[in-house]
């Protein structure tokens, strides 16, 4: 059985949150976006039909309680958010990852898409602290 | 009971195929990329979390269909699809809807995101009328 590991390109730009049914939470190191990234726990998995349907309807679980999560963040981070964009694209990273980005019109992008858009600014040791703390909280509700 | 619409500015930017059994399918109106657009029929619905657990489950079937879809149309169009984007982000058009986009490293957007990037290259009529037909066909199985 193969084990599961996370991309080191997912790793080098996000923190560990923990885990879901499914997915492994990723915190997304950018400041300008509360912004969530799930890996479901399926090694070798690159497009969702590489899922069958019961961790297809765990995916969709998973993305519910992010999508609160990600506005709670927004919240937090006084970014509230207006529109939630979840995606998976893999273009760069194949292994499967879904996006889950709070979006605002004032943010740096609006309405263009994030993806390799304008410059990362990175979360502040404080800000990662207590980001994941209040994320802990939430998840482990 | 609110009645089903289109938003407009999805009626102007793509051809309808059909009905699945949430969604209203799209052929967006763009020969860089095999690109379906899924609108579930739910007057009102903007994020996922408008839809109740059902519906939720059926877009998932639905999303599953169209991206063997984008495939054929993409083996079709000469343009085969090595990676799939699926994605709801709605910043412009609120309305609910999910992007089925066939990419390809030679793409002209890869490893971009396609929205908003680019010019559009519209159809021409010959290739909506084939590619209508062969969706019809597909879809009818």
Request: some cysteine.
């Amino acid at each position: 059985v193969a084990e599961f590991f996370l991309d080191p390109r997912i790793e080098a730009t996000s923190y560990t949150v923990g885990d879901l049914p499914l997915s492994r939470v990723q915190l997304q190191d950018d400041a300008r976006f509360p912004w969530l990234v799930l890996v479901p726990r399926r090694p070798g998995a690159v497009e969702l039909s590489d899922l069958n349907g019961l961790d297809q309807t765990l995916l969709l679980a998973d993305i519910n309680r992010a999508a609160i999560a990600v506005r709670m963040l927004g919240e937090a981070w006084d970014l509230p958010v207006t529109k939630l964009n979840v995606a998976n694209l893999g273009n760069v990273t194949p292994q499967l990852h879904w996006h889950v980005v709070g979006r605002r019109p004032e943010d740096p992008c609006w309405p263009g898409p994030v993806w390799g858009q304008g410059e990362v600014e990175r979360l502040s040791e404080d800000q990662v602290t207590a980001s994941l703390e209040l994320l802990h909280e939430f998840f482990s509700r």
